[in-house]
Nanobody, 124 residues
């Protein structure tokens, strides 16, 4: 059974940092593109960052570039999102996703596997 499990969310003050972790199981994800999405109440799920299997291609949405860093450890089947200089507008449920075709794309429909999400709340 394929599973993606996120952790590391929580409540933090503006300007603070959090590190999200997603661990995959049930198959090898080394060739998959992995991505982080987020969804705030009343809003659509949006792409945050993505990374190809060998990390040759990394993509960020403009609003998090220079503040967030995505990375992966294929030996651990894990992907990370280091979030610095957090802002209240970063508040959302953050989801991990995997695309077995290895494409780093911004559309949620490109991803076959999803985690259950972890809440990130940034207070002002």
């Amino acid at each position: 059974q394929v599973q993606l499990v996120e952790s590391g969310g929580g409540l933090v003050q503006a300007g603070g940092s959090l590190r999200l972790t997603c661990v995959a199981s049930g198959r090898t994800f080394g060739s998959d593109a992995m991505a982080w999405f987020r969804q705030a109440p009343g809003k659509e799920r949006e792409f945050v960052a993505g990374i190809s299997g060998a990390a040759f291609r990394i993509l960020y949405t403009p609003s998090v570039k220079d503040r967030f860093t995505i990375s992966r450890d294929n030996a651990k089947n894990a992907v990370y999102l280091q979030m610095n200089s957090l802002k209240p507008e970063d508040t959302a449920v953050y989801y991990c996703a995997a695309d077995p075709l290895g494409r780093v794309q911004v559309g949620p429909s490109s991803y076959d596997y999803w985690g259950q999400g972890t809440q990130v709340t940034v207070s002002s």
